[in-house]
């Protein structure tokens, strides 16, 4: 499933990415630079990267410390804010679910869920019941992160083979 939204953070979610990248790296400082892909398109990347979406993070010395991303999925009736770190080796250190819109479902966003994630490589594919656990009540918003995680890996994994990342 592809979003085709524009993506812009608050400045209070941009505030809780900072935090997550924090905690996932172990850094107090750090920089984060929006990461250009020319011609995007033409990878035919599942995942949208943009200046806005797609990050660099970086230490004080200015080395590679990983990326950071940040999209809207579907929900029921409405969308949801996440946010994949992954390390410089392109493996998930942390996802995050920054904003939840719905009534019903927001175990979605609870810390002991969302490590399922963790460690996952470009080479891994997530099946919906089977390596993600299911919640009652956010059956659309589990298998739509599943599906976002899923396409952002597959999409990492196309720019790592074309040695963009």
């Given at each position: ?9 608050s400045?209070s979610?941009m ?24 011609n ?6 599942l ?74 490589t ?6 919906y ?28 994994a ?8």
């Amino acid at each position: 499933m592809l979003v085709l939204s524009s993506f812009q953070l608050s400045s209070s979610s941009m505030k809780k990415v900072k935090k997550e990248i924090k905690s996932a790296f172990d850094i107090s400082n750090f920089k984060m630079e929006p990461f250009s892909i020319e011609n995007s398109e033409s990878y035919k990347l599942l995942s949208k990267f943009t200046t806005k979406n797609f990050y660099t993070i970086k230490n004080e010395s200015s080395e590679l410390m990983g990326y950071a991303y940040m999209e809207k999925a579907p929900s029921k009736t409405a969308e949801f804010d996440y946010l994949i770190l992954l390390d410089n080796d392109l493996v998930v250190k942390k996802t995050k679910v920054l904003i939840y819109r719905e009534e019903y479902g927001g175990e979605i966003a609870s810390k002991r869920w969302l490590k399922q994630f963790t460690g996952k490589t470009i080479n891994d594919g997530l099946i919906y019941k089977k390596d993600i656990a299911v919640i009652s009540g956010a059956t659309i918003s589990v298998r739509s992160l599943t599906n976002a995680v899923n396409n952002f890996m597959k999409s990492v994994a196309v720019l790592h083979e074309k040695n963009i990342l």
